[in-house]
């Protein structure tokens, strides 16, 4: 966000403030506050407004998934609604494979030392 002033609470809650100076930097500490949360909603709002369009239109509830997950989350739902299959059983399958061939996996540019 590069915020130009990341502050602590200057004093500590149980503290009993005393005088006009420490009033003012508790009130110079909640404005700091209260205007940098309100930029990262500013910031974070495209994003908000995508999980609330996918909760809307699919159903899914992903306002605290990662945009991986959502996205996978998304996917994993709309195959099981056109196939009729449980999203649980759809997560459980599995290719098992013997063998993977590496030649076929890597750039033939790469190198590996040892």
Same mark, same amino acid.
Do not use: G, H, Q
């Given at each position: 966000m590069d915020w130009p002033n990341v502050q602590e609470m200057p004093i500590h809650h149980s503290y009993n403030v005393r005088t006009i100076e420490e009033i003012n930097t508790i009130i110079e500490y909640c404005i700091n506050d209260v205007r940098s949360t309100k930029q990262?909603?500013?910031l974070s709002?495209?994003?908000?407004?995508?999980?609330s369009s996918i909760k809307k239109d699919y159903g899914l509830k992903c306002y605290s998934y990662s945009n991986t997950k959502m996205g996978s989350e998304l996917l994993l739902k709309l195959y099981c609604d056109s196939t009729g299959q449980d999203p649980?059983?759809?997560k459980?399958?599995? $290719?098992?494979r013997e063998q993977i061939p590496t030649k076929t996996?890597?750039?033939? $540019?790469s190198t590996f030392k040892v």
């Open positions: 990262l909603m500013n709002k495209p994003l908000l407004d995508v999980r649980r059983e759809v459980e399958y599995r $290719t098992y996996s890597y750039f033939p $540019t």
